[in-house]
């Protein structure tokens, strides 16, 4: 890939104007020096948008937007919380603290859909973390099992993850602790990277399955290896589960079972669930007591728990609508095929579909060759397709972390392990950095269109609309 294609696709995330205060002292010097160096490059406006909620435009085809919208189901979810709202299970709620635990109801049928998914029974309602939605059950996870960089309590101070992502990264910067990233397209990918980057610095190793937005899962075999690295360096495993119910195979959440209940923690939300994002509702659970009891130490230090309402309804969805959530899946399996039933990457050139299908939610463009002969970035191309073709995409550079980070790259990677279960020896990387990243991360990371049937369904005649755009380009 050249430069010209990779160079300035940061560029959209805008630093706002310095302040200062009236003796004209930099207003920065307050912030947190973390917090301060990373705030803009990490400005996750790029990624959520900014103050208004997304406005759905029938005059454009939304294919970049990760929201649920638009299915068709038996009730409006809408008219459901309206009802439960005015009922009177809620008035009482709002009159007293839930306690630390949460609300008893949601916690046990949180329990049993995650068993089930697992496909044994693992999780209880004393094992049940309740959340301000999955990216809060992410950010407390990595609170509660590294250590701030710099301290001397524990040498754990880094989470190991893959990119393209989801951007955790400001969760992971704001507890104080590294990132170790490497890239990763396929589980088996995933898996090697873990192999060889993974090292005793490591607290936390980060898993997306089914993954956004590659949409890979893993297999028995992966887990069982990632499973004996994390072993190897007693590293806590967070698998991030929100896309669960979209795979219309049970195969997924049986193969993550493989990992050892003693030293994994699962996060779910609401959000991709039953579509409801604004409910800012998510869990964390594990087997081991004291895990689940450090991640609700840690929320305490925000709030005691999520809402009592919040998360009433929540156990009221489980328990009296518990066929949603597969029926939201099926519709937007359905959007995906009609799309990849329309769309038709061999008429364009510098274009490839990702092979990975397991998260129907997403699917991932490779537009390396396309960027190099139009000379465009990602950024560009999706700009292009928006503005003359009304197709709404997502650019891959808003998943993958921004270059304005400092890194470092390891060095004596890949060295073969004649002892012990990790296949590889720990790689050397740069002490001090916070973020720590592979050594192709920059140079070697593929320009790519994310594309999301939640909220679109007109799937068909986006597909259409989207081929045309990339024609004109080529």
Not at 456 to 463: I, L, V
Request: proline share 6%; with cysteine.
């Amino acid at each position: 890939m050249s430069d010209k294609a990779n160079s300035g696709h940061d560029a959209i995330a805008e630093a706002p104007p310095r302040e200062t205060d009236a003796a004209g002292r930099p207003v920065a010097r307050l912030i947190n020096a973390t917090v301060r160096d990373y705030m803009d490059a990490l400005s996750l406006q790029r990624f959520y948008g900014g103050y208004v909620i997304t406005k759905i435009d029938e005059q454009v085809f939304n294919l970049g937007i990760g929201e649920v919208g638009g299915i068709d189901l038996p009730e409006d979810l809408y008219s459901i919380y309206r009802r439960f709202e005015q009922s009177d299970a809620l008035a009482p709620l709002a009159t007293r603290y839930s306690g630390t635990l949460g609300e008893r109801d949601t916690n046990r049928l949180m329990a049993a859909h995650l068993n089930q998914w697992l496909g044994e029974e693992r999780f209880n309602e004393m094992r049940v973390v309740s959340l301000d939605g999955g990216q809060n059950a992410i950010e407390v996870a990595v609170r509660a099992f590294t250590a701030p960089l710099g301290s001397a309590e524990r040498d754990k101070h880094y989470v190991l993850m893959a990119t393209p992502s989801y951007p955790y990264f400001s969760a992971v910067i704001s507890a104080h602790t590294g990132i170790m990233s490497f890239l990763a397209y396929d589980g088996e990918a995933f898996t090697r990277g873990v192999e060889t980057y993974c090292n005793g610095s490591v607290g936390l190793i980060l898993i997306n399955v089914p993954h956004n937005p590659m949409g890979y899962t893993l297999d028995a075999g992966q887990v069982a290896r990632i499973g004996k690295v994390a072993e190897a360096y007693d590293c806590v495993i967070v698998v991030d589960g929100v896309y669960a119910n979209y795979p219309d195979s049970p195969r997924t959440g049986q193969a993550l079972a493989g990992f050892d209940p003693h030293r994994t923690v699962f996060c779910d939300s609401f959000s991709k669930k039953y579509g409801l994002p604004g409910l800012r509702l998510g869990f964390a659970l594990s087997a081991a007591e004291e895990l689940t009891y450090a991640m609700r130490f840690i929320k305490m230090s925000e709030s005691l728990t999520p809402s009592n309402g919040k998360l009433a309804f929540a156990g009221h969805l489980l328990e009296h609508h518990s066929q949603l959530p597969s029926q939201i899946g099926a519709q937007v399996r359905e959007r995906r095929r009609q799309f990849l039933e329309r769309f038709d990457p061999g008429a364009l050139k510098g274009v490839r579909v990702f092979g990975e299908e397991n998260n129907p939610f997403y699917l991932a463009l490779d537009i390396a060759g396309l960027c190099q002969r139009a000379g465009m970035t990602d950024v560009a191309v999706a700009t292009h397709c928006l503005e003359q073709y009304q197709v709404r995409v997502f650019p891959g550079a808003f998943v993958y972390p921004n270059r304005k980070l400092r890194h470092g790259v390891f060095s004596a990677e890949g060295r073969l392990n004649p002892h012990g279960p990790a296949p590889y020896l720990a790689p050397r990387f740069p002490p001090g950095e916070q973020i720590v990243f592979s050594g192709d991360h920059l140079e070697g990371r593929t320009p790519l269109l994310r594309l999301s049937f939640g909220a679109e369904n007109r799937t068909g005649a986006a597909a259409e609309a989207l081929t045309e755009a990339l024609q004109s380009l080529q």
